[in-house]
């Protein structure tokens, strides 16, 4: 086994938490509210009720094979040629959804809090602290996450209690004007952004301890991290209005600045782009752990250690030309990326299930032969 | 930016390979090499203005229809 760390039940939902929060937590109330105009706190509460079905689907699969990670089981039950073909998929999944997700830091940091520096040196100072993270192995993470949770925790709580003064409740009328087919379009930005991207965490379920309670776990922190991202839709429509909200590409940040309690306490919007910024993190941290790990597993290597450094340099290389401008990246993520997040998220794990079920021969018999 | 990623490189090479190559790992080598290469002239070509092709064009050109298809139904 290349990696010999072992997680807790608590920190595996800490770190779900987080990663559900990193980056959704800025972008998506801007992509619900432009398809659902003011109800788009109801599609993100529909899109955060369809991903615990999805999260207990994942339960489902990864509790077959307790010991072995997505990659590893994938290969074992659909043979080699398929089944390392579809490994690969997952693997440029993982990659370029951590090059996507830095490249939504370098936008957020050059748009918002540095316009004069250039994007690359952002991912590249970004990159050098996901590396160490990553050399330092799973167990470093886990605990790193646990350590910065409570600030976490308390900046959203101050964001959340600090904006309930500007909440104007005519701001959502009418309820429910847009329609069911509108409310399920904008749903489907929540499930693909936080809730088809857990599929990552089955790279890392077998290290996390007492398998029993991995789905629990998984399924608390994601649900505790949809309430926080539909807060923050609500809070969006309530205080900016759908329309301000639709046009701002980092609408939570600009919400921030809202934030006036007295004459004292104002213009603290940076508690949000800590926020962001520690969530992005982890999400960054295990979506570039969990395609290393699916590599080196892949071509059966000794250790993903010796891919670090390549692999940040193609990190790096996409994340620069992957968008040419925000537009693309406004089109591209409401447009494609649901379906290919569908295509790699749920369809494969699908076809690895069913694979596992004809092959009927469960956990036990996995560790042997493979049936292909 | 292409010298200080071409530093990093060099580093790799110096520092971790040189410990793989000791330890006899000649397979979790040649694979880190090879992509350690494809990246550098990757930067290599960046920097001598060549166009990069844009991984989410390709997949752009895979979902479209299945995404106005599903979308259209959805409006």
Not at chain 1, 239 to 262: C, E, N
Request: hydrophobic share 55%; charged share 15%.
């Amino acid at each position: 086994m290349i990696e010999k760390g072992k997680i807790n039940a608590r920190q595996f939902s800490i770190l779900t938490l987080l990663f559900s929060l990193g980056s959704a937590i800025l972008i998506v109330p801007s992509a619900l509210t432009a398809a659902a105009m003011q109800d788009g706190w109801i599609s993100a509460i529909v899109g955060v009720a369809a991903g615990i079905p999805l999260l207990a689907f994942y339960n489902a699969l990864g509790s077959r094979h307790p010991d072995l990670t997505l990659i590893e089981y994938t290969e074992r039950l659909l043979g080699k040629w398929v089944g390392k073909i579809v490994g690969l998929l997952f693997f440029s999944f993982f990659l370029l959804l951590s090059a996507l997700v830095l490249r939504n830091v370098g936008d957020f940091i050059t748009t918002i809090v540095m316009p004069e520096t250039p994007i690359e040196s952002v991912h590249f100072i970004l990159l050098i602290a996901i590396a160490m993270g990553v050399g330092l192995g799973l167990e470093v993470i886990a605990r790193s996450a646990e350590i910065f949770l409570p600030w976490v925790l308390m900046l959203l709580f101050f964001l959340i209690v600090f904006l309930f003064p500007q909440i104007e409740m005519d701001r959502i009328q009418p309820v429910f004007e847009s329609g069911v087919k509108t409310i399920v379009r904008g749903s489907l930005s929540v499930i693909s952004i936080p809730y088809l991207e857990l599929v990552v965490f089955l790279m890392i379920y077998p290290y996390v301890g007492k398998p029993d309670r991995r789905g629990a776990a998984m399924i608390k922190g994601a649900l505790i991290g949809g309430t926080v991202l539909v807060l923050i839709t609500m809070l969006c429509v309530f205080v900016l209005g759908w329309d301000f909200t639709s046009r701002h590409t980092f609408p939570s940040y600009t919400l921030a600045k809202k934030i006036q309690v007295g004459e004292f306490l104002q213009r603290i919007e940076v508690l949000v782009a800590i926020i962001w910024f520690l969530t992005i993190f982890f999400k960054l941290v295990l979506c570039f752990y969990a395609s290393l790990l699916g590599l080196a597993q892949l071509l059966k290597m000794n250790s993903y250690r010796p891919l670090i450094v390549p692999c940040a340099m193609i990190v790096l290389m996409v994340s620069i030309v992957v968008y040419p401008n925000i537009v693309y990246f406004r089109i591209f993520a409401s447009e494609i990326w649901p379906f290919y997040a569908l295509t790699t998220g749920f369809l494969l794990p699908l076809l690895v299930w069913a694979a596992s079920l004809i092959s009927s021969t469960g956990d036990t018999a996995s560790k042997s032969r493979p049936p292909a | 930016m292409v010298w200080i990623v071409l530093a990093a490189a060099a580093c790799v090479v110096r520092f971790e390979y040189v410990r793989l190559y000791r330890r006899k790992q000649f397979k979790d080598l040649s694979i880190s090499a090879c992509l350690l290469g494809f990246a550098a002239t990757l930067f290599i070509l960046r920097s001598a203005h060549v166009p990069i092709p844009d991984p989410l064009d390709w997949i752009g050109a895979v979902y479209k229809p299945a995404s106005k298809f599903i979308l259209s139904a959805l409006s």
